[in-house]
Structures are given as C-alpha cells and as structure tokens.
C-alpha cells in the first residue's frame, strides 16, 4: 500500500498574536496605574539593602536586556541552531518562513528599542536615581516641565519608557515563539531583567511596564501567529 503523504497545517490563527496585545495593553493599565506608587517604591529601594544573590541574579537576568549582550546572544543562536542560518539559504532550499525567521527575532527585540528612543526623545523624566524622591510631590513631578536639573544629562532624563523592559519583553516573545518549550524561562529572565532596573534606580516600575508593553507590540507585529516555522507544517502518513 502506498503511503499517502498530506499537509497538516498547525496554524493557530491569530491566538499569539491576540495573546500579545492583550498583554501589551494589561501592561499599558497597570503601568498607568503605578503612576501612583512610582516615587513609593523608588523610595523603598534607594533605602532598601538587597541580598547579594538577589542583586547576582538580577543583573545576570539584565544581560536579556542590554543591546551589546543581546548581540552576542543572537549569535550564539545562529551557530547553535542551524535551522535559523537558512536566511542565507536560496528560495529552493529554505521557505520563506525559515528565511524570515532570524530577522523577525532581530526585529523583535532591537526594533522594540528604537520605538522607546524615538519616545525618549520627546518625553523628559528624571531617572529615580537623580531625582529628590523625598521632594517631589508626586510621579508627575518627575516629568518634563516639572522637573528642572540642568546638571541632568539626557541620558538621566530619559527614565520613561524603559528600554531594557522593551528589548527584554520583545526578544522573550520572540525566543518564546521560537522554542516555545523554554518558554518560562525567558519570561522569567525578561521579568528579571525589568526588575533590576527598578532596583538600579534607573526606572520607575510604570517606565518599566510601559517599556514592556511597546516590546510585546512589536513583537505581535513582526511575529506571525503560528508557531515555530520549523512546524508550520506536518507530514503524516
């Protein structure tokens, strides 16, 4: 008997994609929200003395978020998954989704960290770290116009949004999307490396949601809605 070969498609439709939105916009309410609590809780941790292995853990986790780092990640990436080293590869040896699937994971996370510049640019807030938390009256006290610290650089004036939190949530989405298995811990690193930012006094915990948010709608733009390419589609007998 001959064997019949046929196409199964495992396309989810638009579920992963639905899943980041729906994410992305919970980020942008909760961010909105610790508006309230920011200068609280910039407060507790410039007084706070953290573990040692608390403060190892976190900035190893930082690692997820920082360009240079990420780089080297993704390298490391191409050499030890070939699978993504088809990018390169003609029309006839590799699909267009294999082709695409390096650049989308590129996009996805250095992409996530030009649209926070491009925000940094306009909006001015003064890091935890170099403001008088004690001071101000509120976390609307340490934006633009009410803030005035002309010792700041710009890089100290531009806490809002976070950039570590966008490239961190944008490169998890896309390695949770490539090797949807080790999904956990990626999550767990992205979150890590968001948290050590708010324990660094570089951000306040709403810069930090909002960072996260613009990385997962880059990441529901440039990622399609299936999974991994590589299982795109399935032979069965």
């Known amino acids: 008997m001959i064997p019949i070969r046929r196409t199964v498609s495992v ?41 040692d292995l608390v403060l190892w853990l976190l900035n190893s986790a930082e690692r997820m978020a920082n360009g240079k780092d990420v780089a080297a990640i993704l390298a490391c990436m191409l050499f030890l998954d070939p699978a993504l080293r088809k990018v390169w590869a003609a029309r006839g040896l590799a699909s267009q989704d294999e082709r695409r699937a390096f650049p989308r994971i590129v996009v996805a996370a250095f992409g996530s960290g030009l649209v926070v510049q491009s925000i940094k640019a306009a909006v001015t807030r003064i890091r935890p770290r170099l403001a008088d938390l004690d001071a101000l009256p509120n976390s609307l006290a340490t934006f633009g116009g009410f803030t005035a610290l002309e010792s700041a650089s710009r890089y ?30 990626f999550i767990a690193a992205a979150v890590a490396a968001s948290l050590q930012r708010v324990v660094a006094l570089a951000h306040y915990p709403s810069d930090i949601c909002f960072g996260a948010a613009i990385g997962l709608l880059v990441a529901a733009a440039i990622l399609p809605s299936w999974d991994d390419p590589r299982h795109s589609d399935a032979t069965a007998t």
């Open 156 to 185: 100290d004036q531009a806490s809002f949004p976070s950039g570590h939190a966008a490239v961190a949530s944008g490169f998890a989405a896309a390695l949770c999307w490539r090797y949807p298995h080790a999904s956990p811990l």
């Open 11 to 51: 396309n989810v439709g638009p579920s992963r994609r639905v899943r980041l939105l729906i994410i992305a916009t919970a980020m942008i309410v909760l961010g909105t929200a610790l508006l309230l609590v920011d200068l609280q809780v910039a407060r507790w941790c410039k007084s706070e003395k953290f573990p």
